[in-house]
């Protein structure tokens, strides 16, 4: 998604209109209907909010209770009031409070001093397209018809997008240059939240529940980028994938409990644009289960087609429950996920591991990894003694230990068979190849010159 992190988009977005409202606080008529229509003015979207609570003291607290932005329609064209407006009934966004906390004085000095912005059970819905776009990137584009900014009494009067108001002429993108005052933040906290993302280009919906994004350290500056564009954050909670098998049964694909945290940079340094950058340690926690998607399946498939040599690759299962937490750090930039460390799952009898380098691209849907597969001892000594079976049944007395070094040697490693591989293309229809170290029966025949005569007519 290259315009932004959905999360951060989110609690950006929301941010900026609190803030915007809060200008007009000394005023004395922050409502609700005020703040809507302030933020209808500005983005592509209709907006819901029940009440408004200000408590002063050296900081002041603004809490928005009951919060919900859906797409935009004639009641945010016309800046109806809210009391003549039916309920949301399609909100993609819901969130049951935002609480603002900041030092108002310093916006005299065009800076902004938030000590805590806090979204608390938010219910986030969206669609990423074929392009790598999200559906909620459009609530908070220009508004195509524009109120002029509310007076004392809540009132506006709207005006054509085409009018004297330049900054609703385009839908261009928000730059760092459009942030009329600089940042900083204690705390900025999305929590007890969910998000629902629907995949269009292969119909899997991702869910985050019990999620948590903290950010802290936030500092901007819209004129000095270089130095004045991070925050620090840390996060959890449960991943889930679901969506259709090959015959179009419904199956879940992951379901991983998460955490980490990292550095994010939220602008590009020498553009403006929104372009978050960001390095974090990622945790998927013991308990998690990986049960199926497409590069799992084409992998099975592939060990299980293994049978050279009296070897049976078919009880590697890649599918189950992690045994122990999984830890790595993972990187995102223009819309590439790339693991910075080795990634390594154990599950029950195998272990499943991605190699740091490997990524995966959102916005193409293209990827490239690779990884090894490695037995458990307890399962290594019962191939072992597959193929001992069959060279005996083949070859009778003549097996020996150089023999199985032959067909399992440049497998094991540590006393474990390891399989490579590797995964390029599309993520929806990878393309898996196994480096297999395994040589045929033919194979060992010609390493075996000395043998022919005793081993005549035992390969028919």
Not at 192 to 214: F, P
């Given at each position: 998604?290259?315009?932004?992190?959905?999360?951060?988009?989110?609690?950006?977005?929301?941010?900026?209109?609190?803030i915007f409202a809060a200008r007009h606080f000394a005023l004395g008529y922050l409502t609700p209907d005020f703040v809507v229509k302030t933020i209808e003015a500005r983005w592509n979207c209709r907006a819901e909010i029940d009440s408004i609570d200000i408590k002063v003291g050296t900081n002041t607290t603004i809490e928005l209770k009951q919060v919900a932005l859906a797409p935009r329609d004639e009641f945010a064209d016309n800046a109806t009031p809210?009391?003549?407006?039916?309920?949301?009934?399609?909100?993609?966004?819901?969130?049951?409070?935002?609480?603002?906390?900041?030092?108002?004085?310093?916006?005299?000095?065009?800076?902004?001093?938030?000590?805590?912005?806090?979204?608390?059970?938010?219910?986030?819905?969206?669609?990423?397209?074929?392009?790598?776009?999200?559906?909620?990137?459009?609530?908070?584009?220009?508004?195509?018809?524009?109120?002029?900014?509310?007076?004392?009494?809540?009132?506006?009067?709207?005006?054509?997008?085409?009018?004297?108001?330049?900054?609703?002429?385009?839908?261009?993108?928000?730059?760092?240059?459009?942030?009329?005052?600089?940042?900083?933040?204690?705390?900025?906290?999305?929590?007890?939240?969910?998000?629902?993302?629907?995949?269009?280009?292969?119909?899997?919906?991702?869910?985050?529940?019990?999620?948590?994004?903290?950010?802290?350290?936030?500092?901007?500056?819209?004129?000095?980028?270089?130095?004045?564009?991070?925050?620090?954050?840390?996060?959890?909670?449960?991943?889930?994938?679901?969506?259709?098998?090959?015959?179009?049964?419904?199956?879940?694909?992951?379901?991983?409990?998460?955490?980490?945290?990292?550095?994010?940079?939220?602008?590009?340094?020498?553009?403006?644009?929104?372009?978050?950058?960001?390095?974090?340690?990622?945790?998927?926690?013991?308990?998690?289960?990986?049960?199926?998607?497409?590069?799992?399946?084409?992998?099975?498939?592939?060990?299980?087609?293994?049978?050279?040599?009296?070897?049976?690759?078919?009880?590697?299962?890649?599918?189950?429950?992690?045994?122990?937490?999984?830890?790595?750090?993972?990187?995102?930039?223009?819309?590439?996920?790339?693991?910075?460390?080795?990634?390594?799952?154990?599950?029950?009898?195998?272990?499943?591991?991605?190699?740091?380098?490997?990524?995966?691209?959102?916005?193409?849907?293209?990827?490239e990894i690779k990884g090894v597969v490695t037995a458990s001892e307890a399962l290594t000594k019962k191939i072992v003694a597959q193929v001992d079976k069959y060279l005996e049944k083949k070859l009778g007395g003549l097996v020996s230990g150089d023999l199985r070094k032959q067909v399992l040697g440049m497998a094991l490693k540590d006393g474990r068979i390891s399989i490579e591989f590797v995964s390029s293309g599309d993520l929806g229809k990878p393309?898996?190849?196994?480096?297999?170290?395994?040589?045929?029966?033919?194979?060992?025949?010609?390493?075996?010159?000395?043998?022919?005569?005793?081993?005549?007519?035992?390969?028919?």
């Amino acid at each position: 998604m290259k315009k932004m992190i959905i999360a951060l988009a989110v609690i950006a977005a929301l941010a900026i209109g609190v803030i915007f409202a809060a200008r007009h606080f000394a005023l004395g008529y922050l409502t609700p209907d005020f703040v809507v229509k302030t933020i209808e003015a500005r983005w592509n979207c209709r907006a819901e909010i029940d009440s408004i609570d200000i408590k002063v003291g050296t900081n002041t607290t603004i809490e928005l209770k009951q919060v919900a932005l859906a797409p935009r329609d004639e009641f945010a064209d016309n800046a109806t009031p809210l009391a003549d407006r039916p309920k949301l009934d399609n909100a993609a966004i819901r969130i049951a409070l935002v609480s603002l906390e900041a030092q108002p004085t310093e916006l005299l000095k065009k800076h902004l001093r938030v000590e805590h912005l806090i979204i608390d059970q938010a219910q986030i819905a969206t669609e990423l397209g074929e392009d790598g776009g999200a559906s909620v990137d459009t609530l908070f584009s220009p508004a195509p018809l524009v109120a002029s900014e509310p007076v004392a009494d809540g009132s506006a009067t709207v005006v054509a997008a085409d009018s004297e108001f330049p900054a609703a002429e385009e839908d261009k993108a928000f730059v760092a240059g459009d942030m009329v005052i600089s940042t900083a933040a204690g705390l900025v906290e999305l929590k007890n939240s969910s998000m629902a993302i629907t995949l269009r280009k292969s119909n899997t919906v991702a869910r985050l529940d019990d999620l948590h994004i903290a950010f802290k350290d936030i500092d901007l500056d819209p004129s000095q980028l270089v130095s004045h564009n991070s925050a620090s954050f840390d996060f959890g909670g449960t991943l889930t994938m679901d969506g259709d098998d090959e015959g179009g049964k419904p199956v879940r694909f992951v379901e991983l409990k998460v955490s980490g945290s990292g550095k994010v940079a939220p602008f590009d340094s020498e553009t403006g644009l929104i372009e978050p950058a960001w390095s974090s340690s990622l945790v998927l926690h013991q308990g998690s289960r990986v049960e199926t998607f497409p590069l799992v399946e084409k992998l099975q498939k592939k060990l299980e087609d293994i049978d050279t040599g009296g070897v049976d690759l078919s009880d590697i299962n890649l599918r189950g429950e992690l045994i122990a937490d999984a830890s790595t750090r993972l990187a995102h930039r223009h819309g590439r996920f790339t693991l910075e460390q080795p990634l390594a799952l154990s599950l029950p009898d195998t272990s499943f591991a991605f190699q740091a380098g490997s990524w995966a691209d959102t916005a193409t849907n293209q990827h490239e990894i690779k990884g090894v597969v490695t037995a458990s001892e307890a399962l290594t000594k019962k191939i072992v003694a597959q193929v001992d079976k069959y060279l005996e049944k083949k070859l009778g007395g003549l097996v020996s230990g150089d023999l199985r070094k032959q067909v399992l040697g440049m497998a094991l490693k540590d006393g474990r068979i390891s399989i490579e591989f590797v995964s390029s293309g599309d993520l929806g229809k990878p393309k898996v190849d196994v480096v297999t170290p395994f040589g045929t029966l033919g194979d060992l025949k010609q390493t075996f010159d000395g043998l022919k005569d005793a081993l005549k007519g035992l390969f028919k």
